[in-house]
């Protein structure tokens, strides 16, 4: 009898916690809020004071305590004097109070912690990030000033909506479009191959069809898209009606030059360009002959160590080289210091452009060595028995030679320089940023035309500053040519 009476007295104080953590806290879930999101709304009995803190536990399983449950977020009672209020949807758990007469969004702290008014009782929060169609168990557990802990009964509930159904973009005029350059094509050589045929200009029936493929491919995937990007810079296309978008004239063209930043990511993308190919050339053009002198040993084991960073996929080498760079980085522990070069603005464009000139040079110098391989050897001989001297040999002899390889390589350079992407892009991101409405301190045009497509969704705006980077590089080319006769030189 006494055994029973202890057991009695024993049940009741290891359950009176559990009854006692139970009291206080109603908990209501709805699972229809959105696509994974559940809706949990819980009120107190008594007003909560300054300082309580409400935790929200989410398990697989009925919460009796939250050792094995995980915490998904929380909401503190406090004074809400200078915190922001954020409109409902700025965070990824949304929450409500009622203040007595609607329910409010909550404030702020500097770390983002949700905050209520003293004295609240009831509170909605929007939670998210929970799996589809799979029951999960919610509690929420209060913990007041002096330390004591609440801890609501578990309720049951899961997401039912799907995910939002994906617009289907009307791809008809596409085909329509691609299906037309493609007839009109075939029957472009069709014609052309019937009037050269005619008037005896080839004997060959199916020149035309060899050379149809090359013509199908460049037209569908290069001369359509070029002139359908130029087209979309007329248009105000974006993220939200591509597709549907309408003709408004040079808007885009007026937005572009008006972007903050302009002239900035303009000369920066020239410098970034003109810097690279000089180096690019400069030094190629130092190892190709430093490898090219036959009194050198081991010239193949030189090429093959001095052709890794090229042969080594890019996005590889740069990711190690901003490794370097980091405030952890094997530069600071090497030098002892604590630089942060790629938070630095100035810094930032200096390391951007080391690391391309490192990944460029052996392209431009295995280049430049088969050119000077090319070269007549007895040239050399003859002027070695002459008197010239090594200087001389290479300004009268070397260079003049070496134009028809040097011209189109530095305009190819300068062209695909003025358009790489990955080494920005992996080292900096654009950033640091200098201004939130224009290019960031590394940024080069087309990085930013990154930014303006897939970040901020503007089609047309990106489109347009395509066609400037186009209309660039065609002008910069064509004076080029004509400046140094590069195509004389390459005939």
């Not at 008594?46 to 939250?66: C, M």
């Not at 449950?69 to 990824?92: C, D, M």
């Not at 901003?322 to 002892?336: H, K, S, T, V």
């Not at 990085?447 to 065609?474: C, H, K, N, P």
Request: glycine share 8%.
């Amino acid at each position: 009898m006494k055994r029973a009476f202890l057991c009695s007295i024993l049940f009741i104080i290891f359950l009176s916690p559990i009854s006692h953590a139970s009291e206080g806290i109603s908990i209501e879930a709805d699972g229809d809020i959105g696509y994974r999101q559940v809706g949990l709304e819980w009120t107190s009995d008594f007003p909560s004071p300054e300082g309580t803190l409400f935790e929200i536990w989410v398990s697989n399983s009925s919460i009796v305590d939250t050792t094995n449950a995980t915490k998904h977020s929380e909401v503190r009672v406090g004074n809400v004097s200078g915190l922001i209020q954020p409109s409902i949807g700025e965070w990824y758990d949304d929450c409500l109070f009622d203040d007595g007469l609607n329910w409010t969004p909550v404030y702020r702290d500097l770390d983002g912690t949700a905050v209520v008014p003293p004295e609240v009782k009831g509170i909605n929060c929007t939670l998210t990030g929970l799996p589809v169609g799979i029951e999960i168990y919610l509690a929420v557990e209060s913990t007041i000033p002096n330390g004591d802990t609440f801890l609501s009964h578990s309720i049951s509930t899961s997401s039912t909506m799907s995910d939002e159904e994906i617009i289907v973009i009307e791809t008809s005029p596409y085909v329509f479009a691609i299906g037309s350059i493609v007839l009109s094509i075939l029957i472009l050589l069709f014609v052309l191959r019937w009037m050269d045929y005619r008037e005896g200009k080839t004997t060959s029936r199916f020149a035309h069809l060899y050379i149809a493929p090359a013509i199908l491919a460049l037209s569908v995937l290069t001369f359509y898209p070029v002139l359908y990007g130029i087209w979309l810079s007329f248009t105000n296309a974006d993220q939200s009606h591509l597709g549907d978008q309408s003709f408004i004239g040079i808007d885009n063209f007026i937005t572009v030059i008006s972007t903050s930043g302009f002239v900035r990511v303009t000369g920066f993308t020239l410098i970034w360009s003109v810097v690279n190919v000089v180096s690019h050339i400069g030094f190629g053009l130092l190892l190709a002959l430093a490898l090219n002198s036959e009194d050198l040993k081991g010239r193949g084991i030189y090429r093959t160590i001095l052709l890794l960073p090229w042969a080594i996929p890019s996005y590889i080498s740069v990711l190690v080289w901003r490794g370097l760079y980091e405030p952890a980085g094997a530069l600071n522990d090497f030098l002892g210091t604590d630089l942060n070069l790629l938070a630095d603005a100035t810094g930032a464009k200096v390391v951007v452009i080391l690391v391309n000139i490192w990944l460029g040079i052996p392209f431009m110098m295995m280049s430049i060595s088969g050119a000077l391989q090319a070269l007549p050897k007895d040239m050399y001989e003859a002027a070695e028995v002459d008197g010239i001297t090594l200087f001389s040999r290479f300004r009268y002899l070397t260079l003049p030679n070496l134009k028809s390889a040097l011209v189109p390589l530095s305009l190819l350079g300068f062209i695909w320089t003025f358009n790489m992407f990955n080494v920005i892009y992996l080292m900096t991101d654009g950033g640091p940023n200098l201004d939130f409405d224009g290019p960031g301190s590394t940024d080069i045009l087309i990085t930013y035309v990154y930014d303006v497509a897939f970040r901020e969704g503007a089609y047309g705006v990106a489109a347009a500053w395509s066609v400037v980077i186009f209309v660039m590089l065609v002008v910069f080319s064509w004076t080029y040519m004509k400046k140094t006769n590069a195509t004389e030189a390459v005939i």
